[in-house]
């Protein structure tokens, strides 16, 4: 009988064990999924990009920091996002203000300045 017992207990851990372990991997797949890698943009966003920021933020010399460069974003980013939009917004150096998109949003710009800090997915 205390086999049969054993045997028992030993079953039910086991089963426990996988439950367990298909948790963790589910959890974690989850949390990877969730990370803010660079995420592919939406095409408006991209669109947007190509029209009003490729111009400054593809060239060196320019001013402006280039884009899915993220050690040319660091210093920019510390400040917050708000700075970086209400710059964008109002104009700062050569940049006009609004970029020159006068369609754009606040959003948008979050948007924008997502896109361009995040490394180019590939």
Do not use: R
């Not at 009988?1 to 028992?8: F, G, K, R």
């Not at 029209?51 to 920019?76: L, M, N, R, V």
């Amino acid at each position: 009988m205390i086999d049969l017992l054993n045997v028992t207990v030993f079953m039910k851990m086991k089963l426990q064990l996988k439950s367990l372990v298909l948790m963790v991997f589910s959890i974690s797949a989850l949390f990877y999924s969730a990370m803010s890698f660079a995420e592919p943009a939406d095409e408006y966003v991209v669109e947007l990009y190509d029209t009003y920021c490729t111009a400054c933020h593809s060239t060196e010399g320019t001013g402006a920091p280039i884009s899915f460069d993220a050690s040319q974003w660091e210093a920019k980013l510390a400040q917050g996002l708000e700075p970086l939009v209400n710059n964008a917004i109002t104009g700062v150096g050569n940049m006009p203000a609004q970029g020159g998109c006068m369609e754009c949003a606040y959003e948008d710009f979050e948007d924008l300045i997502n896109y361009m800090t995040q490394p180019k997915a590939e």
